[in-house]
């Protein structure tokens, strides 16, 4: 091993002077007799004592206890080997990072990779046979605990792995770059490590990471743990033996490499340093030793853990944590009324993406209601596939999936379906009109205290509620699409909305477990209006001779994607609504672009091709009106432009009180629209870049 145990126990005894009061997860071990003669196996269970949604985590004290565990199997002669598990449904969810933001020096930050290389390898190189048991959630040092072990099986359901490190502006620094290329080769460490966590943050399920090659065997249901130890004692014994495939060392690994930088470039433009290291330890990895590779790790860890990209990622981290628990100005969650069942005015795709998302979640009668019979049907038969879908991956069994599909039914009359109803949300066409018919129609067969929500994105919620007898229960529902994968829920009062209905759309959102955000009534709210605006500032520059392509480029590593992609993603039409939508509103700060509306007009769905090259008769659209523009910015200057707009949107933002305070800007960019975590959502970079003070006079923070 890299370091003596001596050396190790000093290095841990300094980490844990320095560490604060961290919630500790202790390492507790018992014997277990395998069957088959296979001997007793000292299995290791990481739990930090608390409930099973707070996952366990490794700071200082964390891995003294491991160690200590790890330590007194290894001495004991009787022992066979050494098994690691977590509470249920629960490995680990990595380090914990309470503690780094105190740390302004090289060699305290390389400690923290020090102290967890010198624990781990004990289980991969301490001299008996090791086995890590994936029962649950696995994130960054919680997956390389276990892949430091000589084995490794996965609940199939576990929901997520995953070595996340590079999202929040680190590697994984703790064996991950090192173990994961060298077991599963290149190509998968770089989606690992790179690519996933560049892309919101992607885990694997138990299953796709067995698929990956990350586990050697798989097992559900409530017996893992015991299939796991009979699997074990079978390996010990000789009766199974493990046979990995060999990792291709050749120009397979070059490829994936060049792939990983590219991705890099794509997503973050240069700009968060962790991304590029990560890809260079991937690069090493294909020749270094083990000791070698684990020291580049020590080295890229401290490093990174110095740099501002990761105080940004740790703000982030608190906000997704720990102010999305707590929304701001959210009022007593004993004022809620309970919802026994739900109504959704509408069945296209929106409302049946609501109707799985609810009826999955809360467990509760869902009703559909559209024009005609056959909308309805259309409706509930998407829901009842979906569910479907779920049976087949093995999310739900058949009994959960007939109980799924019984709650979710469809009428035409909403007398006959919404009557009871606690709960109705309309998903139906943008326009004013309209939803203020709708909501005429549902409070005449709704009881008084049944919550209006409205899932509109730009509208007023004060004015929709203007003409019914009770507005004080309407309130704003905005979800973000795709429904059952973006986080976000901003929750809109409106003037008359009372406290018992936001009470309820909170503890509501809460159970769809969605990060739920208190909005005033206002154009497009908090997400859409900040993008509306970055489109519109976009629009106008390339209207006014800017390139297409050059606009597009500006932007890697501030927006999750380019802007032009984006409109294509969110549909050329939908752009335009909310764009002018925002004009009206603020007539002399947002543009309406008339190449968005002669390429709606035209039918285009999107600016790109398949291949990701512009499509030529899009091009063609803009170099029509390009030709009388004579002002062609760079990129760097487009950049600029466009972030200083949204620094002075986001002040007029706060000064009117559509939110409480910055962090809300930033935790909704960041669940709603993808803002990158190392850039700490938008205000942090605008401050970090100096462009709050050029643009409004002051910082955010």
Known sequence: ??????????????????????????????????????????????DNGLDHTRPNTFGPKSL?????????????????????????????????????????????????????????????????????????????GGLEVALHCDYRTVQDSAPALGLPEVMLGLVPGWGGAYLVPNLVGAATAVKLIVENPLNQGKTLGGHAA?????????FGGADFLEQSLLWAARVLTGDITVERPEVDRGEAWDKAVAKGRSIADSKT??????????????AAAKTATRDEGFAAEDEALADLILTPELKASLYSFDLVQKRAKRPAGAPDKSLARPVTKVGIVGAGLMASQLALLFVRRLGVPVVLSDLDQARVDKGVGYVHDEVDKLLLKGRVNQDKANRLKALV???????????????????????????????????AVVSPECVLATNTS?????????????????????????????????????????????????????????????????PSFIVNRLLGRFMGEVGKIVDEGTPLTVADGAFAG???????????????????????????????????????????ASGKSSVYLPDFSVDPEVAEIFAASQGSGDTELSAAEVREKVLSALAAESRLMLDEGVVAAPE???????????????????????????????ATGKRFH
């Open 64 to 140: 003294a206890s491991l160690n200590t565990a790890i330590d007194a199997a290894l001495a004991r002669d009787d022992v066979a080997a050494i098994g690691i598990t977590g509470k249920p449904f629960i490995l680990a969810a990595g380090a914990d990072l309470s503690g780094v933001p105190g740390i302004s020096n090289h060699d305290d930050a390389k400690l923290i990779a020090q102290i967890g290389h010198g624990v781990f390898r004990k289980l991969g190189e301490g001299g008996k046979r090791s086995f890590g048991f994936i029962n649950g959630l696995a994130l960054g």
């Open 1 to 46: 091993m890299g370091s003596t145990n001596t050396d190790l126990q000093a290095l841990l005894d300094r980490a844990v002077a320095m560490s604060g009061d961290e919630v500790v997860t202790e390492a507790k071990s018992r014997d277990v007799v395998l069957p088959h003669g296979a001997g007793t196996l000292a299995l290791i269970t990481l």
């Open 409 to 443: 039914t469809g009428v035409v009359d909403k007398a006959e379906g919404f009557a009871d109803a606690d709960f109705v949300i309309e998903a139906v066409f943008e326009e004013m009109s309209v939803k203020k018919k709708v909501f005429a129609d549902v409070e």
């Open 269 to 282: 433009g240069g700009a968060s340093p962790a991304a590029y290291r990560a890809v260079e330890l991937i």
């Open 458 to 522: 730009s509208l007023s919620i004060t004015e929709m509620a203007s003409e019914l007898a009770h507005p004080e229960r309407v309130v704003g529902f905005h979800f973000f699409n795709p429904v059952a994968l973006m986080p976000l829920l901003e929750i809109v009062k409106g003037e008359q909305t009372d406290d018992a209905t936001l009470a309820t759309a909170f503890a509501t959102g809460k159970a769809l477990k969605k990060t739920t955000i208190l909005v005033k009534d206002s």
């Open 558 to 600: 501030v927006a999750p994607m380019p802007p032009f992609f984006l409109l294509s993603l969110v549909g050329p039409a939908i752009a335009l609504h909310n764009s002018e939508t925002l004009h009206r509103a603020f007539p002399d700060r947002f543009y309406v672009s008339p190449n968005l509306q002669k390429l709606v």
């Open 210 to 218: 067995f698929e990956a090659g990350l586990a050697d065997a798989e």
């Open 664 to 694: 809300d800007l930033d935790l909704a960019m960041i669940t709603g629209a993808g803002f990158s975590f190392w850039n700490g959502g938008l205000t942090q970079l605008l401050d970090r870049e100096g462009i709050s003070e050029k």
